[in-house]
């Protein structure tokens, strides 16, 4: 059951589904979608939201068959509970894992840019304590603390990138159409951990009061992100030119860097913008945290999350660690993201949606008959 203090709304789903997706996947999206369609990148990013809101949409499909329940609990009625608890198990692993990549992702940027002598491991375990925190609250504190990072963290970033216009040659983005469309289409999948995210809905569901305008909300929320997405890219390669965004690691923070405001009393633009990602990658890393948390509270059947939150910190930290550099970070995220994150975002939603239409229909047929 589910207590009635644990309980937001539509609106406040897409708040963290944005918070969520808009993570460290933005930091390197402009070099991989250049990488894989050079100018013709933005058309990639397009498909790539395209795909995530049919998967999106799916998702919701599902969950909305199911009020009140989470994955796990509505798996165990649609096939048998080894084999749904099985799927349940690959889940909570699923998020482990990407919470590693994620704060191993943030502990690089923080120490290549801020606290260059500070060991990795301390700016990891820094995060996840201050993460586990805001996990226990529960889903309501997630929400609210959605509700208030967003604007926190968007609004400035908006009109940071407004002062780079008169810096931009957007002649960088011609030509236009000159990539195998073939090519584009094979290269989709590359955007899969830049939208990863939406996959929450299969858990966070059960939590939503008014579940009719779930679709609604999760379709704007990647809509919203898509836009984002194009816009960074934009700005980027019409700064820098594709070759140069090509070889950048990071050409969101880089972007970030030449932000000169003359006349303006704030000399330290970078620090700025790094206290703002920080906080982004606060918002993104929890509901993940939260996720596995919750995924083992429904598995073993108990009413709170919390008595798990701590005991799955060590196993996020020590994936965080595994990747000997940022480099085999990336190698071991794209291998991921083939694989098992495929599957996950794919083809659990999608397998269990055909069953439960199939059920749907021979009850449906029985009760006819």
Not at 340 to 351: A, D, E, K, M, Q
Request: aromatic share 12%; charged share 15%.
């Amino acid at each position: 059951m589910i207590k009635g203090n644990d309980k937001i709304s539509a609106n406040q789903v897409m708040f963290i589904l944005l918070t969520t997706i808009i993570g460290v996947g933005i930091l390197s999206l402009p070099r991989s979608v250049a990488e894989k369609a050079s100018t013709d990148g933005w058309i990639l990013i397009i498909l790539g939201g395209i795909t995530a809101c049919i998967l999106t949409a799916i998702s919701v499909k599902l969950v909305n068959m199911f009020t009140n329940k989470t994955v796990v609990e509505f798996g165990r009625e649609l096939i048998t509970t080894p084999i749904s608890n099985t799927i349940s198990i690959i889940l909570f692993m699923y998020f482990v894992i990407f919470s590693a990549f994620e704060v191993r992702i943030f502990a690089e940027v923080v120490k290549m840019f801020l606290l260059d002598d500070t060991p990795t491991e301390i700016i990891i375990i820094s995060m996840l304590l201050v993460s586990a925190y805001l996990v226990r609250g529960g889903i309501e504190g997630l929400a609210r603390m959605a509700e208030l990072i967003l604007p926190i963290v968007v609004i400035p970033v908006f009109l940071l990138l407004l002062s780079l216009i008169p810096d931009l040659d957007f002649t960088n983005l011609l030509p236009i159409f000159r990539t195998n469309p073939l090519d584009i289409i094979k290269s989709v999948h590359i955007t899969f951990f830049s939208f990863m995210g939406y996959e929450l809905i299969l858990l966070v569901s059960a939590y939503v009061k008014d579940t009719e305008n779930l679709m609604k909300f999760n379709i704007l929320s990647i809509g919203i992100v898509t836009l984002v997405y194009i816009a960074f890219f934009v700005v980027a390669l019409s700064r820098f030119g594709e070759n140069e965004t090509k070889h950048l690691l990071w050409p969101t923070l880089s972007l970030m860097k030449t932000i000169d405001l003359p006349g303006a009393f704030i000399e330290n633009i970078e620090g700025i913008v790094m206290g703002l990602w920080v906080l982004s990658v606060f918002a993104s890393l929890s509901p993940f945290y939260y996720s596995a948390a919750l995924i083992l509270c429904k598995l073993f059947r108990l009413r709170e999350h919390k008595y798990f939150v701590l005991p799955i910190l060590p196993f996020i930290y020590i994936f965080s660690l595994v990747p000997d550099n940022i480099a085999s970070v990336y190698d071991s995220m794209e291998k991921f993201t083939n694989y098992l994150g495929t599957f996950v975002v794919v083809f659990i939603p999608t397998g269990y949606l055909i069953v439960a239409l199939i059920r749907k229909r021979k009850k449906g047929a029985a009760n006819n008959g």
